[in-house]
Structures are given as structure tokens and as C-alpha cells.
């Protein structure tokens, strides 16, 4: 999750762990973001999610 909030941070704004712990829930509650992020595979919103909550604790 260091390199992604890190690709975030370089390539689009600056990604606090606030920031980063806020995008969770959109992941996949958002349709467009869900669909544009599975389109790497079903399920890979869901995984984002778990993952960016387990780095954020």
C-alpha cells in the first residue's frame, strides 16, 4: 500500500494516510471506481479495500 499511496502521491495529489484510509470505502462503493478497478481482475476493488485498511490501522 507504501507504493501505491506513493504512485497516488506522484502522479496525482498528495495521498496522507487520511487520504489513502478515506479512498477504502470508494474503492468499492463507487461503481466507477470499482468498475475501472476490476477491470484488472474481479474482485481487485474488494482486495484494495481490505488491503488499504489493514496498512491504515
Known sequence: MKKWQNFITENYYSCTEEILAGLDEI?????????????????TAQF??????????
Not at 468499492?28 to 476490476?38: K, L, Q, S, T
Not at 484494495?48 to 490501522?57: N, P, T, V
Open 27 to 43: 474503492y468499492v462503493a463507487d461503481e466507477r471506481f470499482r468498475g475501472n478497478i476490476d477491470r484488472h481482475g474481479d474482485g
Open 48 to 57: 484494495m479495500r481490505d488491503a488499504i485498511m489493514a496498512y491504515c490501522k
